[in-house]
């Protein structure tokens, strides 16, 4: 069963926009990652935030988590075409070492 | 620097018929992982091997066999193909040590196809 599901599944936005992608999951987490997936391509990793932290930057990237209400959101800021892609998140939860749950994904449109 | 390697890239099979996926990183990570992505869903864990040595049941695990050969090296085995296992195969690797804490890393996927 999915852990993590994104909200929307499809977005369309403008060049220079801000894209704003949620996730809420189920069960407690040690952390939450959000991977980027190009058409046809294999996923890579955007970030990483541990369940003590409620923010964390990475160049145009904002995440945040709020573990009260099981949710994150990611923020990208002033898109690029090159943004075009699939966005999921993923959880590792506190009772299993290794293996991440990932949701379903949001479909993301840059036009340019 | 190649990461973490798949083959092959694509194959169709007939139901019935058995194949071994295979996947190498060259990252000297402990930890791989095999998950299958079907249209308009997240990747579904069927096996990982935490460690080189050991292999554990993932999500869907039904229908598949894995070996860690070493510890660069885990196939992924359809001992008897159906259709229900057409889907795209990633494999994934990560860091030891806090795995949780880990990123994963992924190769680019073996496109499968069940007649």
């Known amino acids: 069963s999915q852990q993590g599901e994104e909200d929307p599944q499809a977005l369309s936005i403008q060049e220079g926009e801000n894209a704003t992608m949620n996730c809420s999951y189920k069960?407690?987490?040690?952390?939450l990652q959000w991977y980027r997936q190009n058409s046809g391509r294999g996923l890579v990793h955007l970030i990483l935030i541990r369940s003590n932290e409620r923010e964390k930057h990475s160049g145009r990237l904002r995440v945040t988590l709020d573990t009260s209400k099981k949710s994150s959101s990611l923020l990208i800021t002033a898109s690029r075409a090159a943004d075009t892609a699939s966005y999921f998140c993923?959880?590792?939860?506190?009772?299993?070492?290794?293996?991440?749950?990932f949701g379903s994904g949001t479909r993301l449109l840059v036009r340019p | 620097n190649a990461g973490v390697t798949q083959t092959p890239k694509f194959q169709v099979l007939k139901t019935g018929q058995s194949m071994t996926l295979q996947c190498a990183q060259d990252?000297?990570?402990?930890?791989m992982y095999w998950y299958r992505q079907d249209p308009g869903m997240g990747l579904r864990l069927i096996y990982y091997s935490a460690s080189e040595g050991t292999t554990d049941k993932g999500e869907v695990p039904n229908g598949y066999n894995v070996s860690r050969l070493n510890k660069r090296e885990f196939s992924l085995r359809l001992e008897s193909a159906a259709p229900s296992q057409t889907s795209v195969y990633f494999c994934a690797s990560s860091e030891w040590g806090r795995g949780r804490d880990q990123p994963q890393h992924f190769g680019d996927g073996t496109r499968l196809s069940i007649l």
């Open positions: 993923a959880t590792a939860a506190m009772d299993s070492s290794y293996k991440l749950i």
């Open positions: 990252m000297n990570h402990n930890s």
């Open positions: 069960t407690s987490i040690n952390n």
